[in-house]
């Protein structure tokens, strides 16, 4: 499947920009999950004019959105790569989708665990992101946590670092695909939900609520949607330390043809920035395309 613009997230950032680029005749294909915006389950008191949950603002702004042609796959990005002068991804489903211009929005929160041990030995064994960290690992044992297809994804990935990779998983929802290829790769399956991270000074287990410890260097926490980081470093935009996206005045990114707008470009975070954002993004990815 081809398009002119591809927007990756579904929060207000995310769905201002698809009113605005689709509004300037450029096809505009929308992917995430609504549920995952971190606007969804939060009431909006601070944003002129709005006084309503995110769920409800949300879905007007989905509905807004396809009346001017855009279109939602509500599946999660799992690979992500540039091609020449477009940018190709793969949705849970196996979906490949490629385009010439494309708008990061998917925000910067990432789901935790919050078990004992987790924040203690965050940057000491404990990361939220496989790619960005999958180099200090080589020859190492590691272990993802994560019942999704970006935990299956991220497990594939670290088998051909480690020199021995766990998978924890206990609602495994993973598209059956990507669960096996990595399975295939040599990936060792746990069906426990983790109890807690242990270590001292670095990690080194990760007990399970059935009491099965396995001894680790690493654990990698894929909880969700790829993040944010995850898709940059795949078409060549290099996060900030904090994992935010850097943007100039049109939230335009390092790389032509890659915007971002929303919480991935830094602080505040707030719906009225975001949306602000998003207005920009579109208009200009939609002009990008359109060679203005």
Request: aromatic share 6%.
């Amino acid at each position: 499947m081809e398009t002119d613009v591809i927007i990756i997230g579904c929060g207000p950032a995310g769905l201002q920009a698809a009113i605005h680029s689709s509004r300037k005749k450029a096809r505009t294909v929308v992917l995430g999950k609504m549920a995952n915006s971190a606007a969804y389950d939060t009431d909006i008191e601070n944003y002129l004019g709005v006084v309503e949950d995110g769920s409800t603002l949300l879905a007007q702004g989905l509905s807004q959105a396809k009346t001017f042609g855009a279109e939602f796959i509500d599946q999660n990005v799992v690979s992500a790569k540039r091609e020449g002068d477009r940018f190709v991804f793969e949705t849970d489903d196996g979906t490949v989708i490629s385009a010439k211009a494309v708008i990061i929005a998917t925000g910067i929160s990432r789901k935790k665990l919050s078990i004992p041990g987790e924040s203690e030995l965050y940057g000491k064994g404990v990361s939220y992101c496989a790619v960005c960290d999958c180099n200090f690992y080589k020859g190492r044992r590691v272990v993802l946590v994560g019942n999704e297809s970006e935990a299956a994804a991220s497990a594939r990935l670290m088998t051909s670092y480690a020199s021995e990779t766990s998978w924890v998983a206990w609602d495994l929802t993973a598209n059956e695909s990507i669960a096996n290829k990595a399975l295939d790769a040599g990936v060792r399956m746990y069906n426990s939900r983790p109890k807690s991270i242990d270590g001292n000074d670095k990690v080194e287990s990760i007990t399970l609520q059935d009491g099965t410890v396995i001894p680790t260097d690493g654990v990698f926490i894929e909880l969700g949607a790829k993040s944010a980081a995850d898709i940059a470093m795949d078409i060549d935009v290099m996060p900030e330390m904090d994992d935010t996206i850097k943007v100039d005045s049109g939230c335009r990114t390092e790389v032509p043809g890659v915007f971002a707008c929303g919480d991935i470009t830094g602080k505040p975070w707030q719906v009225a920035k975001a949306v602000g954002q998003g207005c920009v993004a579109g208009m200009n990815a939609a002009d990008f395309v359109k060679g203005q």
